[in-house]
Structures are given as C-alpha cells and as structure tokens.
C-alpha cells in the first residue's frame, strides 16, 4: 500500500469545562479498550488519572508520590514509582485502583518508561543508571537485563514482530533508537532519528511513532525504518510518554509541561485504483480515520461504508476543482442484487466523521429496508444514497438521475436521491436532481432529523404513490429537521406536495428559495396528518405565513441558480448575524463570491456560513447532468504565481467571452469577447485587472460563456 497520510489533529483533554484538571506533568498515557478509560501518570505529584470518553478526570490511585511509565497486562496496570515507600514498579487493578502488585528496585536511580514481552515479562527503563530491568510478573522479581551502551534510556517498547525492544535516548543530539535482543540482551542501533526522542509507541499497521520534547513534536517511522521520519503533529508542550489506541487509531500525547493529553485521529490516504482496485475493497481495508482517495473515473459500484467511520472522497478534497465532482462517479446500474441497489449506503451506525465527498451519484435505483416500527411492511428505498439509523456527513456531491421506481416485492418505491431512515445525517453542499421516485423524488426523512443546509434540489419529479417531488418525510426523530438555505425549485409530483410533501411530521425551513415547483393536486407544501411546519425568511412562490417570507420572482442568472445581482433574495434572510453571509475579507462588510450584497443572510443555496459555488448548469434534461457538450476549459497551472493558461475547446461556432472575478462576484478583467471557430484554444491571464494592476493573492473565478453554455472554475493567485 502506498503509504500516504492524513492527519486530523485534535485536543480532547484541557483544564476548560472541568471543575479540576488532574493533570500535573503528565509523563506516561495508556489506553485500557475493555473498560475505554485512559490512563496518565502524574510525575508532578504521583496520582494515576483515569480519563473517560467525554474528558472526565478521576483518580485511579493517589497512593504514590511520582510515577513514571504505565504499562497494561490483563487487568492490571503497572507502574514504574520513583519516589515514596514504593520505589520500583507498582500494580493496581484497572477496576478499583487496589495495589495487586510490587517489586522492589532498590539501585534504581531513575525510572522511566515500561513495556512487557508476550512471556509475562515487564522491561523498565533506568536512564541515569543506562540500565534495562526484567521483572517477572509471576513472582514480583527482577533482573538486570540491561547494563550499559544505551546512553540515557528513556521510552521503551516491545516490538512483536521482530522479538526485540526498542529505546530511545532522550539527551543525545542525533536520538538513537536502538534494538535490544532478547536472547543475549546486545544492543545495536537501529537508525540515528536526529532528534532527542523521548517516548515511543506502535500503530496497528506497524508504523513507530517517537516524541521530541527539544522540538515538542511527534515523528512517525514505517515499520522498516528506512524513510526519514516525517511530522505527525506539532505544537506540543514537552510531549513525554505517547501511545496509539490501536482500536480507535487514536495517538496520545501528554505535555509534561503543559497539563494537558492532546489526542490525533490517525489515518492513511488509500489511493484508488492505485492501491485498491475498487472503491469498496479501499473501504473494506480502511479503518478509523482513513482516508479511501478516488481518482477520476467511472467505478461501476454499490458501495457500503460497513460502520467504518471514514472520509471517501475524490480529488476536489484537496482541488476544489469541480471537474473532479463531475469526473468521479459512482454508478449504481450494475448491483449484485436488485435488492441493493443504491450507489452508496450507511447502515450500520456512522456518525458525523463517515464523509462522503466529491461524487457524481448516478443510476442507482434503491435497497429493500424492514420497517423496525411495522416489521410487516418492507420499502424500497434510496437510489443515489440510502442511510438506516446512521448519521453520516454528505457533501460537495452530485446526486443526479438516480430512480426508484419499482415495487415489485415492497410496499413502496421511496427517496429517488436519498433516503434515510433514523440517524441525524450533516448534508451540506449537494445538488440533488433530476431524481425520481413513486414519493418523495428527490428527498426523503422517515422519523429521523437533519441538518440540510445549502444544497439545490431541483428537477425531481414522481410522487405517484404518495406524493412529494422535492422533499417527502414522515414523523420525526430524536433531532430537529433543519431545512436552510437551499434551493428547492422546479420539481414535481403528480399528486400532492410539489416542493415538501409532510406527514405527521414537524419540520423548520428558512432562508430557502422555494419556486417553480408543481403538482397536480393539493398545494406546494401539502400537510398531511398532523404535520406542520415554519417557514421563514424565504422566498416561496404564492406566499407563506411566516416571518421575513416573500413572494417576487427569484431571479437567478440565465445558466446559473446563482442570484443575479437585481434579486430581490440578496440580503433578505434572516438578518440574525449567526445567519450571515461569509465576508469577502478583500472588501469587508460585504459577502464573498458566490454570496452578494452586505453581510446579511441571501435566501437559497448561496447564503450563509456554509456557501460555497455549486453546480454551474441549470439547463434542463439529461443534458444539464454533464458539461454541456459545446464548451470545456481547464486552467493551468492552479495554484499560480506569474500567469495561468486557459485551455477551452468549443464544438461550434460560437461567441466566447472570457471574465475574471473577484471573490466578490465584480468583473475585474475582459479577457475575451469574440466569434471563435471550433477547436482548441489557449489565452494566458497574467494576474492583472482591466487597469493594468496587479491583483492581490487570493481566490479568483475565471468564467467562460460560450453561447448559451456558461462554466466557472476557482483559481488562486499566490505572491512568488
């Protein structure tokens, strides 16, 4: 596997929101996986602290006076004691925290770390005596395993595989880690890290991991030892004595001097095809915190995340180039089964850290679920997404031409785009269209809640069942439906509830363009049993009760449901600042590009904290799913720093006009307007503006309209 990582770093552990940190030169940390407690030792006063989940800090043992190294064998947790009337290492049981265990060391000068072999062994080290110690457990003896050639011994572990131990000196200025046998107990070193190492641990993968309290970093080695280590984190304050929680894949790190256990999510980039030949093989090897990486392509899948808590993405993670959304799809028509048939499905309990990113979801047509409230009654659910009592992070995906349309051996055909069933699911940043289904086209919410937040949701049509072309859900969960900041425009349903169809259900929409949308009988919004709803600060066609609602024709551009500049939606949502637009920071108190106006709310997909450019096409059919077919460009090299090459190509004859725009939405440059000739073409774009100025660093558009057709594509100009 090619190993490439992503690191997501993140303190869990702080004396804010406790009435008492604990904490006092935290020196050594353990992770127990049968009781999920963590376990540091305080060299400052000599407690043991057991930490919880949420951060809660209790004392395990306050019986020592300062302790060292923690090591975990079964339900004991051994501890290597410096000062008091225990001077060696000591054991207490995880459960009560009772002393179980104690082997006297009496020409200890300094104890550090401890590890144990698979034999019933512990191997303490001594740093100013230059000595290793052997401690049966059997029998609370010891031996001198170690006498000398280590330096100053400081973190210990025992390497499995290889039958050894590992040490690493933490005064020396080249930071040896060396290798120590153990049949003859010789040592040798097994590669100079060039930094004075402290503690050392393992990952589940076999890869080492070694502090440097002289930089406050953490440096990660392969299992071989033969790449130079590279940075995990950095920011510490004299980190000690680390550990991976191999089971979370969580590394921790006390700062001795800093009272405080910063906690990473480690995970890999498991490239595909380069290193799985599938999407769903990438997912089947990942675990916690992995990163399954999509090239460009079409993959003929139905894939599962399988509970695995990862981020599948394509390349627009790390491009924002909206080419690798529409040129990464996951294709659902060719499913082993008909029963499961959904391009992508979270069933099995993912929480907001499962992310999928970057996608065209395409051609999937749904998976048979069980009613867990009507075991009698069997759905057919999902096309592009179906998710059951999950709560999975979606975004920054195309969710387009997927159908639901078959009943054979269910009660229902439901949720054309996505479904969901329980769980509070995060979807943000979507276009979902074009999607059909018997009820609820584009979206479905069967008692469950959400957070639904600036996505387009457009051109679903079906309902013929139940009704609902844009939205149809069902009862609530034990979260709110949030509905904001979207738009929702030019669906249909051939009975009730052309834009939401809701029943028994209450949910809250604001700042949402709702327009163009339509039914054949009953009205846009249809309440059905009970159901109700808050609309506010949106622009619906025929009006709604409602604080801030509006009636006046949206306004979008001619090739874009981006507002134009005239709409009556630009800063008419709520003017609450929490529900402000991002500010443009070259032209503060105003919005940033594709926001307009002030500061205040702008109703539908481009308002808001979490705007960003969406899909650049709303032309309608099969067509509007693709680049239009008469113009493509690409820009080159991006990031850039002198000039940046726009490659277009055109299928006809057309007039091109080529703009460069600020963050801000204003035209700063007219770099073309002409009748061009099909064909290739490139122009250069050298930074500057209409007047000849050179531009700031930052964030640019570059927006092509050939004809009809109109794309948009992010550059970033940086200083040289």
């Known amino acids: 596997m090619k190993k490439i990582y992503l690191i997501i770093s993140f303190t869990l552990i702080s004396i804010v929101g406790f009435s008492q940190n604990l904490l006092n030169n935290p020196e050594s940390v353990v992770y127990d996986s049968i009781s999920d407690y963590w376990f540091a030792s305080n060299w400052g006063d000599g407690n043991i602290v057991r930490i919880d989940n949420s951060g809660q800090q209790t004392y395990l043992s306050e019986k020592l006076s300062s302790t060292a190294g923690l090591h975990i064998v079964g339900d004991t947790l051994f501890v290597s004691s410096n000062e008091g009337d225990s001077l060696g290492v000591v054991g207490f049981l995880l459960t009560t925290g009772e002393p179980v265990f104690y082997t006297n060391i009496p020409e200890k000068v300094l104890l550090n770390d401890i590890t144990g072999d698979q034999s019933g062994y512990l191997y303490v080290t001594d740093c100013e005596a230059d000595k290793i ?68 641990t393992v990952d589940s993968r076999g890869n080492f991991y070694f502090s ?3 930089t406050d970093k953490v440096y990660r ?9 590279e940075v995990v984190s950095s920011g510490h304050n004299n980190p000690a004595d680390i550990f991976v929680n191999k089971q979370d894949n969580i590394l921790a790190i006390p700062n001795f001097h800093g009272n405080v256990i910063d906690f990473v999510q480690l995970g890999f980039v498991i490239n595909i095809p380069d290193d799985q030949p599938t999407i769903q093989t990438g997912i089947d090897v990942a675990e916690q915190g992995d990163t399954v990486l999509v090239a460009p392509g079409t993959y003929y899948e139905n894939i599962n995340f399988k509970g695995k808590n990862i981020v599948v993405a394509s390349n627009f993670v790390y491009t924002s180039d909206f080419d690798d959304i529409e040129n990464t799809i996951i294709n659902g028509s060719t499913p082993e089964t008909t029963d499961t048939a959904s391009c992508v499905i979270f069933c099995s309990g993912e929480d907001s850290t499962a992310v999928l990113q970057g996608f065209t979801i395409t051609q999937g047509t749904g998976t048979h679920w069980i009613d867990p409230q ?59 269209r074009n999607n059909t289904a018997l009820y609820g086209a584009g979206v479905v919410i069967d008692y469950a809640g959400c957070i639904f937040k600036n996505n387009i949701v457009a051109e679903n049509s079906g309902g013929q069942d139940y009704g609902g072309g844009g939205f149809w859900t069902i009862g609530n969960g034990s979260s709110p439906i949030i509905i904001e900041n ?85 800063d008419a949502g709520n003017p609450n600042t929490e529900y402000n637009d991002i500010e443009d920071p070259e032209n503060i ?43 493509s460009f690409k820009c080159f090299p991006n990031p850039f720093n002198e000039h940046i090459e726009i490659q277009y190509t055109l299928n006809n004859v057309l007039q091109i006009e080529i703009t460069i725009k600020d ?17 290739t073409f490139s122009i250069i774009w050298n930074g500057t503006t209409d007047s000849g100025n050179s531009v700031k660093p930052g964030i640019y558009f570059i927006k092509i309209k050939a004809g009809e057709s109109e794309q948009i594509k992010k550059v970033v100009f940086q200083r040289q």
């Not at 080695?221 to 280590?229: L, M």
């Not at 066609?541 to 507002?563: R, W």
């Not at 307009?596 to 450019?613: I, P, R, V, W």
């Not at 939405?665 to 061009?676: D, E, M, Q, S």
Request: some cysteine.
């Open 221 to 229: 080695y392969d299992e071989s030892f033969t790449n130079p280590p």
């Open 374 to 432: 009507f075991p009698a009654w069997t759905w057919h659910s999902g096309g592009g997404i179906f998710i059951f009592q999950s709560s999975p992070t979606l975004k920054n995906n195309y969710i387009i031409d997927n159908h639901v349309d078959d009943v054979l051996g269910t009660n229902g055909a439901s949720g054309g785009g996505i479904c969901f069933y329980g769980g509070n699911p995060f979807i943000v940043n979507n276009i979902i």
């Open 133 to 200: 110690y052997k401690v049966r457990i059997s029998d609370e003896t010891y031996t001198t395993f170690v006498n000398s050639d280590l330096g100053y011994p400081n973190g210990i572990l025992y390497d499995a595989p290889n039958d050894r131990l590992l040490v690493t000196n933490c005064t020396s200025p080249n930071g040896p880690i060396k290798a120590v046998n153990m049949t003859d107990s010789t040592v040798s070193t097994v590669v100079e890290t060039g930094y004075a190492a402290d503690g050392l």
């Open 589 to 631: 108190g105003f919005a940033l590009f594709p926001s307009k106006g002030n500061l205040t709310n702008d109703m539908g997909a481009y308002g808001g904290q979490n705007c960003m450019l969406l899909d650049n096409t709303t032309s309608s059919g099969i067509e509007k799913l693709q680049k239009n077919s008469n113009l």
């Open 663 to 679: 963050t801000s939405g204003r035209t700063i440059k007219n770099l073309l307007n002409k009748h061009n000739q099909a064909g």
């Open 212 to 214: 440097s309290w002289a």
């Open 486 to 570: 979207n738009t929702i425009v030019n669906n249909e349903s051939v009975s009730n509830g052309g834009a939401m169809y809701l029943w028994s259900t209450h949910l809250t929409a604001r700042n949402n363009i709702i327009w163009g949308n339509i039914q054949a009988s009953g009205g846009l919004i249809y309440l059905y049993d009970g159901a109700t709803v808050e609309i506010t600060y949106t622009d619906i066609e025929g009006g709604y009760t409602g604080n801030g609602n509006i009636d006046i024709t949206p306004q979008f551009e001619n090739t874009s449901y981006i507002l134009s500049d005239g709409s009556p939606c630009i």
